[in-house]
């Protein structure tokens, strides 16, 4: 099973259970209706429960953030690195200008900076849409 199936799996069956938000009186559960769920031994299992469907929402909605930018970063990798190639074929020419391979090394150079700093912006950048999920955004 893929990580894709079973994200989808695991939203299908929280999207079942209707409700989203629950609520903990003592050591039991009751749903926004007002019915009783369960009982739990202790306040920590009854905390956990209470709050698990919403923080499984969370948790699956930055995961799926997540995601879509480790596709971006994927897909703009692959375009650095076709470009970079490319230039570096245009500056192993012998017949290019002196003005061309010039221009081929800086543009090689600034996409190797590229490349190399890719990563590090995807993971700013997810770890900001994360941030702003948490705070409801």
Do not use: P
Request: aromatic share 6%; glycine share 4%.
């Amino acid at each position: 099973m893929t990580l894709e199936q079973r994200i989808k799996e695991i939203k299908e069956r929280m999207e079942k259970t209707g409700s989203s938000h629950w609520t903990k009186e003592g050591n039991a559960i009751w749903d926004k209706s007002g019915w009783h769920l369960i009982d739990c031994v202790n306040d920590e299992d009854a905390e956990f429960i209470a709050h698990s469907r919403s923080d499984i929402e969370f948790l699956v909605k930055a995961l799926e953030k997540h995601n879509q930018v480790v596709i971006a970063a994927k897909e703009m990798m692959r375009e650095i690195n076709i470009i970079r190639s490319s230039l570096n074929l245009f500056h192993a020419k012998e017949h290019g200008s002196q003005h061309d391979r010039c221009f081929a090394l800086v543009a090689a150079s600034e996409l190797n900076y590229l490349h190399n700093h890719v990563n590090a912006k995807s993971m700013t950048l997810a770890l900001k849409e994360i941030e702003e999920l948490a705070n409801g955004k």
